[in-house]
């Protein structure tokens, strides 16, 4: 029989066909509050434990694991929080992401996961109907709840370098607005700027009340229905694409944004926020990825690289598009000029 080379190791494949239970295991912490008991100075196993309410052995175990996956720390006896987890995973941080598992873990994406197989041989995914894309999906609302922490900062960079002019009144249509985030952004660092919000009804009740909380409720208003169907109007200084393209194959993209074209003003912006591979579709890792969700949840979404974009922008009729980095995010900026 052939011995094995010295150097191949099976742990890459036991890691990955494992992982599930890292996410188990985050998911559990997150929802037992352990992060946040640690940060309130429950360091042992004991005292997590009475803070959480449940089993010491249960507390040791799950922190233990948690240490050896970089999550926690541990000296002697006592557990403390990574700085990442400190500033992500503790419920009482301003930059708290934990609710997010609401939407990244919901049955919608996981079952898209479970029929991989089918959505690999049929090219499109295996749920039901036209999965996330369904009409009036329910699990766009859950999106809508939860998402906008991890949308703050991007929303922050995309209107860096976007600026509005603050002289005179500046018209923004948010397509897909989802959480409102990126629209809000806008509206909050340019008083002049009114945001006109394109979702379901039901989604946009939390854009809605996302721009009230912020302070722009007066300057936003909403435009129920479809992206493919609503007449948007026109006069628009920016148009947002946030998240949204990598749901479609090409030809539905480059029809949209024909619409989305015809419904800015001369000189106006079209912004596509998007998770970006580059030209070879495996790099940077994080966004070339992505094309894999989009397989498993939609019928003919992708991660399109800079041609891709480029090119789509092209035929829609825009005269120059610019692709702009948004470090430390895993997505790209894509802006096109009308």
């Not at 995914?125 to 998402?147: C, E, S, Y």
């Amino acid at each position: 029989m052939t011995q094995p080379a010295a150097d191949l190791s099976p742990a890459h494949f036991f890691e990955t066909i494992n992982s599930y239970e890292l996410t188990a295991a985050l998911k559990t912490a997150l929802e037992l509050g352990i992060f946040t008991a640690i940060a309130e100075g429950n360091s042992r196993a004991a005292t997590i434990a009475q803070r959480c309410e449940v089993a010491e052995r249960g507390a040791r175990i799950l922190c233990d694991y948690l240490v050896i996956n970089a999550f926690l720390t541990k000296d002697g006896q006592e557990y403390q929080l990574t700085p990442d987890s400190a500033a992500f995973l503790d419920r009482k941080s301003p930059m708290y992401l934990g609710e997010t598992v609401e939407f990244l873990l919901s049955p919608t994406l996981t079952a898209g996961f479970e029929n991989l197989t089918a959505a690999v041989r049929k090219g499109g995914t295996a749920l039901p109907d036209q999965g996330t894309v369904t009409p009036d999906n329910p699990v766009w609302v859950k999106f809508a709840q939860v998402m906008a922490p991890l949308m703050t900062l991007p929303a922050q960079l995309m209107v860096n370098l976007a600026p509005t002019d603050q002289s005179r009144d500046v018209k923004i249509l948010d397509i897909a607005a989802g959480h409102g985030i990126f629209g809000i952004a806008f509206a909050q660092r340019n008083p002049r700027a009114h945001v006109v919000a394109l979702d379901w009804p039901n989604v946009l009740d939390v854009a809605e009340g996302n721009a009230q909380a912020a302070g722009v409720g007066n300057r936003y208003s909403r435009l129920p229905g479809s992206a493919f169907n609503v007449d948007f109007g026109t006069g628009y200084d920016i148009v947002l694409l946030t998240n949204f393209l990598h749901h479609f194959d090409v030809a539905t993209c480059e029809a949209l944004l024909k619409r989305v074209y015809a419904s800015l003003r001369d000189g106006g912006r079209a912004l596509t926020l998007e998770f970006v591979p580059n030209e070879d579709r495996v790099t940077p890792p994080g966004a070339a990825a992505f094309s894999l969700v989009m397989l498993a949840t939609t019928p003919s979404g992708d991660a399109y690289t800079p041609s891709d974009l480029e090119s789509m922008s092209r035929k829609a009729g825009f005269g120059r598009t610019e692709v702009h980095e948004l470090p430390p995010t895993l997505e790209r900026l894509v802006i096109s000029y009308k």
